[in-house]
């Protein structure tokens, strides 16, 4: 079947250490997206890439990079110098066009 | 510059009662406009969109929206709720300016559904 593959569903870390959360999709899907979501806060965009090797910050890209090297990957590294980084992040992608965005489930990132 | 609005953080339906999700939205360009469902732990999935051609979308599950222009509005209803419609659901809009094209999504209404 195809879909967005996020892994892990839960991750643990201390605080001043970088993590990399995984997205992957076998949709064939030419954009990707990040999203962090807080409660009562909606989604808010991180990074998006349209292409491979090329991408955007979105609204709230301070203290995450990316990379795209592959068109079916695109992770996500938080570093420590994300002042709140503990939140649920969603991984997105799309074709080209009016297409909607298929998400992944998750990942649950918990930093003490 | 496109923003989301969706009145009402919280709602509480009976079960077989009308389903009422509100949600304005701003764009200085033609829209796109998009809701989604959310169960806990989960990713979104899409239960309809607009794009541009019938004001009245059906999606998934009995849901359904209306496009207004003059009112700026896109609400979601269903004429009668079932417990499994208890969920977080959120509107979203996309405004294609240039080679950009970001969804922006409102910060979501849980509904409830009781007995």
């Known amino acids: 079947d195809g879909g967005i593959t996020q892994s892990p569903k839960y991750l643990f870390r201390k605080e001043g250490q970088n993590v990399t959360l995984s997205c992957e999709q076998n949709l064939n899907h030419d954009a990707m997206y990040w999203y962090r979501q807080d409660p009562g806060q909606g989604l808010r965009l991180i990074y998006y890439?349209?292409?491979?090797?090329?991408?955007q910050k979105g609204d709230i890209a301070e203290g995450y990079s990316v990379s795209r090297e592959k068109k079916e990957s695109f992770p996500l590294t938080v570093t420590s110098a994300q002042k709140n980084p503990t939140a649920f992040y969603l991984c997105a992608s799309r074709w080209a066009g009016v297409s909607p965005l298929h998400f992944g489930n998750g990942t649950r990132l918990t930093v003490t | 510059a496109q923003s989301v609005t969706q009145l009402g953080s919280h709602v509480s339906v009976s079960e077989g009662a009308l389903v009422l999700l509100r949600c304005n939205y701003s764009s200085s360009v033609p829209p796109y406009l998009f809701w989604y469902v959310q169960y806990p732990n989960q990713g979104l999935q899409l239960l309809l969109k607009?794009?541009?051609?019938?004001?009245l979308v059906k999606g998934i599950n009995g849901f359904e929206a209306e496009f207004k222009k003059s009112e700026t509005s896109f609400h979601l209803t269903k004429p009668s709720a079932h417990m499994s419609d208890a969920a977080e659901y959120f509107c979203?809009?996309?405004?294609?300016?240039?080679?950009?094209?970001?969804?922006?999504f409102g910060t979501g209404t849980r509904l409830q559904v009781t007995l």
């Open positions: 607009y794009t541009s051609a019938a004001t």
């Open positions: 890439s349209q292409i491979v090797n090329d991408f």
């Open positions: 979203a809009v996309r405004a294609d300016t240039g080679t950009a094209s970001k969804l922006t």
